[in-house]
């Protein structure tokens, strides 16, 4: 997918960019963003639009010298986005960012909340400088504060968390609190990555452009935010493990009470195991066998024996 915005009164206005299945050549836009693009969108950004879009493999290029860098082709910026898909699972996707002549150009693998979330507040929202480089801050604006909301959900679902596992190990919920801190351990490292990634970038951006005055002002603010999203981040990183070791002591503990049980019901029927044993061994002289009462003599001995041992486990404290 391709789109292309222009600024008209200062607001960003999506173009048409094909006129009877034929492709318009535009000269008066600020923002191309690419979506999963086809060959046929990529040769129409190279051949009407005139810009070279990097491909897939160096999309996700780790490197910070492969990531923030400026060539031929532009100022270039890689950064990763937070999102979750259709079915909950969450990750970070990899956008480049390209400025060249006073325009910008983003490639993405997918749509993301945060481009989406831009889009419907620039219809309304009027831009003041009108660069590449204040839509692309206010992109990073945007990210940040889908990050701190997600921490704010994180921590309220870590409370319920905790109070299921500290207070209600019994509940059937507990087993399902294991997986669902996992879940979130990977969603607080997921925004940690972020987090730096863009912090990274504003720092790029400040020290290798020449901005304004208020859009140095605003990577600054950004970047604050993002000192003070970090350690909040940190801390819920830390309180989940807790969370986590914690189930797992309380499962070992569940464990080694069962096992107790086990052990000593077994240790409590040792004794009349012992004497039924006894008795039912094959010899030809057994002199109780003639008894007249040997029978119930040796149930009540049977009995009396495991109670013994029952009152000796109670005084113990083992029961």
């Known amino acids: 997918m391709l789109n292309i ?46 810009q070279r879009i990097i491909q897939r493999p160096k ?33 970070n996707s990899a956008v480049a960012f390209t400025i060249k002549n006073n325009k910008l150009y983003s490639l993405r693998e997918k749509e993301l909340p945060a481009f989406r979330f831009y889009r419907i507040k620039t ?3 009027i831009l003041i400088h009108c ?30 968390l905790t109070q299921i596992i500290l207070r209600d190990q019994n509940n059937q919920k507990f087993n399902s609190s294991i997986s669902e801190l996992s879940i979130k351990e990977d969603t607080t490292s997921k925004i940690r990555i972020c987090l730096s990634d863009t912090k990274r970038a504003l720092n790029f951006l400040i020290r290798k452009t020449v901005l304004k005055k208020l859009q140095i002002e605003q990577a600054k ?3 604050r935010d993002i000192e003070s999203l970090l350690p909040h981040n940190e801390s819920i990183f830390q309180k989940i493990n807790f969370l986590i070791q914690s189930s797992i002591e309380f499962l070992n503990i569940e464990q080694n009470r069962i096992i107790k049980i086990f052990s000593l019901i077994s240790v409590l029927f040792l004794p009349p195991t012992l004497l039924s044993s006894s008795y039912g061994m ?14 119930p003599i040796t149930i009540i001995g049977m009995f009396t024996l495991s109670f013994i041992s029952y009152i000796y486990f109670k005084i113990k404290k083992w029961l």
């Open 5 to 50: 915005f222009k600024l008209k009164k200062k607001s960003l206005r999506k173009l048409k960019i094909y006129k009877k299945k034929k492709p318009i050549k535009i000269t008066n836009y600020i923002w191309a963003d690419l979506i999963d693009p086809t060959i046929e969108e990529r040769m129409y950004v190279l051949n009407i639009l005139g």
């Open 59 to 91: 999309l996700f290029n780790i490197e910070s010298s492969a990531r923030f860098y400026i060539d031929r082709d532009g100022l270039h910026v890689h950064s990763f986005f937070f999102y979750k898909d259709s079915n909950n699972r969450i990750s």
């Open 123 to 125: 219809k309304k929202k």
């Open 131 to 160: 660069n590449p480089y204040e839509l692309l801050l206010n992109l990073f604006e945007i990210k940040i504060e889908q990050l701190a909301n997600e921490i704010e959900n994180i921590y309220k679902d870590l409370e319920n």
């Open 221 to 223: 603010e950004i970047i």
């Open 282 to 295: 094959n010899f030809k002289y057994i002199p109780e066998l003639n008894w007249k009462y040997g029978y």
